[in-house]
């Protein structure tokens, strides 16, 4: 890997990683207050409206951003195409969902579904007006753009979240936080962006990019639908309550394996998209990428289910205790993640989307059997099984990004077996500290220092090449930030 990618890389990963610290870091913070102050019951009507939120922003976006970030010559009528495609379409899924409000309302069986429904589906139109902004920024690798409107929009909408709690509007200060969050960030990314939009659509473009979007727009809205459709199991056969528990077990797994999976997708594909050309360069780099990733996640998964019990008691209180065996097993499921999300980035640099659209269904077939069970048995064999669909959706997305490289399934297991390694050794003894009969407080403080020494040490002394890889990068972020200072 060339100096100039490497620097680029460790730019990115910092600020990317920086962002989504500030980002999701804040939000989850302001999550732990709320927790204290709003019942599982008010955490469940939201989490049913995400739902839909998360559907129709897939659908909005429509596989055009990352069309863009590939195209390497992208001009501006490529931007003001899209931008007006995204925006007409999110005024359509709004009256579409502003419509549907009592209908979902039904379905679920909650009336003050209608009235959240409305307002927080507003969200839909607000992040359409960003969305080439933070494309641009993607393309560039301008993550420290992203990290400043990031801490504002978070921070701001945590106090609106938190003093609309305060005041007593229970499940409203949600739908504030949420609101207000989207509007800030969307606001911001205007202001601090050079781009702005003009009355350009050029049916060429969209053509050219819809031709490679249209696939990854099914493939994004097959996978959002099957996401979410764990929660529209739990809130339709169970109770707004359970949904609340899962919904939380969720966000905490979120914080460390959707975060470092977004970090990595947001920096991986433009990058290597720039080298997709040198096969051997492309290959060095994504070797690496998947070594260093995946000792992040194993290590920080596993973890995650090692403190689980004892985090979740200590920050949130003994009435979400029902979430820790959901977190645990979500854990198992989500530490793959990050290398779903490489082994896709590959087909997408390859240009191959229709492969992409491929896996996805045949992926989303063999995920029929734990919502069969989550239906029919109960909400802990539809996690269990879902754990078990994640190592066959893995072996599918080897199969078949492996070959553009020459790099087999064996040789990816072969590169990640020992960071597996490292985590689960580290996993094990720090889950037994569990049954320590000491303070929560102290417990959770006490398994996160001997985890991380026993993380380090085990690395120092087997002289793990992806653990020097991240303290390297570790070091070079440092390194830069004291230098501005």
Known sequence: ???????????????????????????????????????????????????????????????????????????????????????????VLFGVLFISAPAISKLFNHSQLIPLLRVMGLIVIINSF???????????????????????????????????????????????????????????????????????????????????????????????????IYQVVIGKCYTPVALGQYTRAQQFASICSSNLTSVVQRVSFPILSSV???????????????????????????????????MVIFLIGEQWLPCVPYLQIICMQMMLYPLHSLNLNMLQVQGRSDLFLKLEIIKKIVAIGPLLLGIFVNIYWMLGSSVVTGFIAYYLNAYYSGPFLNYSIKEQVNDIMPSFGVAITMA???????????????????????????????????????????????????KKILKRK
């Open 1 to 91: 890997m060339s100096e100039t990618i490497r620097n680029k890389t460790i730019k990115g990963v910092g600020w990317s990683f920086a962002d989504n610290i500030f980002n999701q870091g804040i939000t989850f913070l302001v999550g732990l207050i709320l927790a204290r102050l709003l019942t599982p019951e008010e955490y469940g009507l939201i989490g049913i409206i995400t739902i839909f939120i998360a559907i129709f922003n897939s659908i909005v976006d429509s596989g055009f951003s990352n069309a863009l970030i590939r195209k390497k010559d992208a001009k501006d009528i490529d931007y003001n195409t899209v931008f007006i495609t995204n925006l007409v379409l999110s005024f």
């Open 130 to 228: 960003a969305i080439i902004q933070r494309t641009i920024l993607v393309k560039k690798v301008d993550f420290k753009t992203q990290t400043k409107v990031s801490l504002i929009s978070s921070v701001s909408s945590g106090v609106v979240g938190i003093t609309m709690a305060i005041s007593g509007l229970g499940v409203w200060s949600l739908v504030g936080q949420q609101v207000s969050k989207q509007f800030l960030n969307s606001f911001f990314l205007w202001i601090f962006s050079n781009w702005y939009p003009k009355v350009q659509f050029s049916f060429q473009s969209f053509k050219e990019l819809f031709s490679f979007g249209w696939k990854l727009l099914v493939s994004g809205l097959i996978d959002t639908l099957w996401r979410e």
């Open 276 to 310: 997709r050309d040198d096969r051997e360069k492309l290959k060095y780099g994504y070797k690496r990428i998947i070594k260093v990733t995946m000792l992040v996640s194993f290590v920080l998964m596993l973890g995650l289910a090692a403190v689980a019990k004892s």
């Open 428 to 478: 094990i003894p720090v889950f037994f500290m569990s049954f320590i009969p000491i303070n929560h407080f102290a417990l959770f403080s006490l398994q996160i220092v001997i985890g991380a020494i026993l993380t380090i040490g085990i690395c120092e002394i087997i002289k793990l090449p992806e653990y020097f890889e991240v303290k390297d990068i570790a070091i070079s972020i440092v």
